[in-house]
């Protein structure tokens, strides 16, 4: 089955500590995305990636990074910089392009604190 | 800020009704699509209209995009219980390769 995978489903940080949270697609997509969603909230763009090597910041960057080193993967990692980080993170892909075509979407990590 | 606001914030209704979700937004767009979400779960893409559209149907799904009014409304008719979840817009802005807006959402409840 063609699709986006999450992992782990949750997720608990310790204080100080750096943890890496998994995406994965089989969609041949060029483009992938994390956002950030705060219960009753909307999504917020934490980094995209167009191509293979390539990402930027999206409106709430900081305290994150990451990679994209394949077409399929494409972690995100929350550090210790971020100092509020439970929230539902959700990954995304799309075909690309100029014209904002519809996003694919995993089924979500849940982080928490300790 | 959001691009997109959606309007009512939370709906109740009963099985059988239609439901109307409207979204508004700020700027320019290239489309406008609007995503579902059952709880703790991932979003999933129901219907994208193009700025140059009016109005857009796909089974009991119907959107209407008024960008003189930057707004666009959601129906959904003869609601179901599955129909329960959260309904999101999201905008594709000129200029912006890539980046969708999300708004915050409208809870649809679906009364058996």
């Known amino acids: 089955d063609g699709g986006i995978t999450q992992s782990p489903k949750y997720l608990f940080r310790k204080e100080g500590q750096n943890v890496t949270l998994s995406c994965e697609q089989n969609l041949n997509h060029d483009a992938m995305y994390w956002y950030r969603q705060d219960p009753g909230q909307g999504l917020r763009l934490i980094y995209y990636s167009q191509i293979v090597n390539d990402f930027q910041k999206g409106d709430i960057a900081e305290g994150y990074s990451v990679s994209r080193e394949k077409k399929e993967s494409f972690p995100l990692t929350v550090t210790s910089a971020q100092k509020n980080p439970t929230a539902f993170y959700l990954c995304a892909s799309s075909s690309g392009g100029v014209h904002n075509e519809k996003l694919f979407f995993g089924s979500g990590t849940q982080l928490s604190v300790l | 800020s959001q691009q997109g606001e959606e309007d009512p914030q939370a709906l109740s209704i009963q099985e059988g009704e239609n439901a109307t979700m409207n979204c508004s937004y700020k700027?320019?767009?290239?489309?406008l699509q609007w995503y579902r979400q059952n709880s703790g779960r991932g979003l999933v893409h129901l219907i994208l209209i193009r700025s140059n559209e009016r109005e857009k149907h796909s089974g009991r799904l119907r959107v209407t995009l008024d960008t003189s009014k930057k707004s666009s409304s959601l129906l959904i008719t003869a609601s179901r219980a599955a129909d329960t979840a959260s309904y999101f817009c999201a905008t594709g802005r000129r200029g912006a390769t890539n980046k969708l807006i999300f708004g915050t959402g409208t809870l649809l409840a679906v009364q058996p």
């Open positions: 700027t320019s767009i290239n489309n």
